[in-house]
């Protein structure tokens, strides 16, 4: 007898391109029940596993490679890092750019994102904040290792001094001391801030007196009290306000330590937007690199979905169009300009001494990317993992052909130069990815990668059956009657 | 104090519970959510939070010791820097911007810990932790001669349990 009855698809196993976990009108994530999923669902990863353990000494051996270096750094010199004259900037820098670059978009998506109400930042906000929180750290260390005599660094800090000696506060690089400092501390305050709900969350689950001490402390006594969520809300709004401009004035005050000077190559005024594009645009790649393994490893797809993952792919392509078109403003300008210092320089860069960095930079950045006008690729988690790293690496590349080849190839033609890496800069860049991944791996198993809270505000709350309410609003007749 | 506290599944049954106890003046409400609800919070009828003052205030003091400080350094050690003015204000506008986040951001903080009254050193009459997890509490503030009218309230509006608080 034919029957009419659609096939069960739920039978057999369907992979995230087959079936996306599609949302619908008031419904995020279809495949969460409850509250009492999320918080069993996120705090079920809070437990270190062999493979975890793993790749975590993995990450603090990268760093010990890289503080063996320092150390080394520190005994012989900072001639060691394969600086000569005029290239007196080179891995260092390269690498402080980067890694402020890559704090930016965590804030775009914590602060920026949560002002425009954008839904899909629910699922990848904390991991992003953490990952600006631990990236800002790491770029922090560099001008310190640049020094060569990292102890003195407190001279850049305005403090009374028997000698009267202020910082020049009209230096660019006393500038970045104030922003980096500022960035730091808001993120972390801002990372705190949402944290502490679902630190309360972990101290009510948690039976281990002494963790459960732990969260207690953390959570500062957080009770999800109706006076508690209103300022809460507020001040979370505002952080998230203040957070905004900052994460605009980091990137543009750093571009600043390249515009300010005459260099060729660095004095232009596209800088601080061109900056500001480049590093969310940067940040969105590592927090793809991030992401999609904590995903699959921790089994959150049914949280991290492929639309969040499409949205942000888009926001991911918006950014890299818009550096390819500082980098073609830039040749432009050059070429349209007719200053022959420069257009000499940009040939020097494209065809010349540092094509291979500049064709690196080129292609990671404004060819790969284009690939995410195909929704096909959006979605496709294993494309848009490598596709990261590959941004990871031309970004790495573009503030490297930015820095070195200006200061190989500046106006004297006796004065230019080349520059290599010793295995000094190399092991410490190294040991930066060790450092930032050590403390993210830390972070991973210890507290929740997904904002508990948040996650439960999306999701819609229990309500009472038609039939409970008629029952009970019978019952309160009754009473109400009675009293 | 004493009161009486509910423990309820459902934040329309919440709702309708806090509207009855604001409605009859039963005591002072608190009510704990897991997530923050709207329509809960309008309903206890709270005023705008002055944490935004904290903010304004934190602000204006960071972008003027900002603007003071680059001032005062520059023209206390008078020395022409790149051809620009003592008190150049260009350059000083980002150490003001930068400062003003800086001691905004935190006096948001200090504003949020006074005004929730963080940190908490004690434990919170009325608070279980089922309550940051998926269910919802009210605790009504209330003398033990209307503790039985509060008890029959949260039960009509479907509270799960309902015990005495002290």
């Known amino acids: 007898m034919a029957t009419t009855a659609p096939p069960v698809s739920g039978r057999r196993l369907i992979s995230d391109s087959e079936l996306p976990n599609v949302p619908r009108a008031g419904v995020r994530l279809p495949a969460v029940r409850d509250f009492e999923q999320v918080d069993r669902d996120i705090t079920s990863v809070l437990h270190p596993t062999a493979a975890w353990l793993l790749m975590l000494l993995v990450a603090v051996g990268m760093l010990a490679l890289g503080i063996s270096a320092w150390m080394y750094q520190i005994y012989a010199g900072v001639g060691v890092a394969g600086y000569h004259p005029p290239v007196m900037w080179a891995v260092y ?60 660094f407190f001279w850049l800090i305005p403090y009374p001094h028997w000698r009267l000696i202020w910082p020049n506060f009209k230096s660019p690089l006393v500038w970045d001391v104030f922003a980096v400092s500022t960035y730091l501390t808001i993120s972390v305050t801002f990372l705190f801030i949402g944290l502490i709900p679902d630190l309360a969350v972990l101290r009510d689950r948690e039976i281990n007196p002494i963790r459960k001490r732990i969260f207690g402390v953390l959570s500062l006594g957080w009770r999800n009290s109706d006076r508690e969520w209103r300022h809460f809300a507020r001040a979370y709004l505002f952080l998230a306000a203040l957070a905004t401009p900052l994460v605009l004035s980091v990137h543009s005050v750093v571009s600043f330590d390249f515009a300010m000077a005459l260099t060729p190559g660095w004095h232009a005024t596209i800088f601080p937007p061109y900056f500001v594009a480049g590093a969310i645009f940067s940040g969105l790649g590592m927090v793809f690199t991030i992401i999609i393994p904590l995903r699959r490893f921790f089994r959150l797809e049914h949280y991290i979905t492929l639309n969040d993952l499409d949205a942000a792919a888009k926001m991911c392509l918006f950014t890299s169009l818009v550096v390819a078109s500082a980098y073609l403003s830039e040749f432009f300008v050059a070429w349209f300009g007719g200053d022959a210092v420069d257009q000499a320089f940009f040939w020097n860069r494209v065809f010349g001494q540092w094509w291979w960095a500049a064709w690196i930079m080129l292609i990671c950045n404004c060819v790969l990317p284009l690939s995410l006008f195909s929704q096909r690729l959006r979605r496709n988690m294993i494309w848009l993992f490598i596709l990261s790293l590959f941004i990871n690496l031309g970004m790495w590349f573009e503030r490297f052909v930015i820095i070195v080849p200006s200061l190989s190839h500046e106006f004297e033609p006796w004065q230019w130069s080349g520059y290599s890496p010793t295995w000094v800069d190399i092991s410490i860049l190294i040991g930066s990815f060790g450092w930032f991944f050590m403390w993210f791996l ?42 | 104090m004493q009161g009486v506290v509910g423990a309820f599944w459902e934040v329309d049954a919440t709702l309708a519970a806090v509207e009855e106890g604001k409605r009859h003046r039963y005591g002072d409400i608190t009510v704990f959510m897991p997530t923050p609800d709207h329509d809960v919070q309008a309903a206890l009828e709270e005023g705008p939070s002055p944490v935004r003052l904290y903010t304004l205030i934190g602000g204006l003091c960071g972008v ?95 509270a799960a349990e309902v015990r005495i608080a002290a």
């Not at chain 1, 402020?100 to 991991?127: E, K, V």
């Open chain 1, 93 to 152: 820098i390269v690498c402080f750019v980067f890694w402020i670059g890559i704090g930016h978009a965590g804030t775009l998506i914590s602060a920026i994102l949560y002002l425009f109400r954008a839904g899909f930042r629910t699922s990848i906000y904390r991991a992003s904040e953490v990952m600006t929180v631990f990236a800002v750290m790491t770029a922090g260390l560099f001008p310190i290792l640049h020094l060569g005599r990292p102890w003195k």
């Open chain 1, 442 to 483: 830390l972070f991973v198993r210890q507290l929740p990668i997904l904002a508990i809270t948040e996650v439960k505000e999306i999701l819609p709350p229990r309500r009472r059956s038609p039939a409970k309410v008629g029952k009970l609003s019978g019952a309160g007749a009754g009473a109400g009657g009675v009293a």
């Open chain 2, 64 to 158: 003027t010791f900002g603007y003071w400080i680059a001032v005062y350094t520059s023209i206390y050690w008078p020395l022409v820097v790149g051809g620009k003015a003592f008190a150049a204000w260009i350059p000083f506008t980002i150490i003001g911007f930068e400062l003003m986040v800086l001691i905004g951001g935190l006096s948001t903080v200090l504003g949020l810990f006074i005004n929730a009254r963080l940190p908490k050193l004690q434990m919170t009459v009325g608070y279980d932790p089922r309550f940051s997890g998926a269910e919802y509490g009210i605790y009504v503030a209330c003398g033990a001669d209307r503790a039985r009218d509060v008890e029959a309230a949260l039960r009509r509006n479907g």
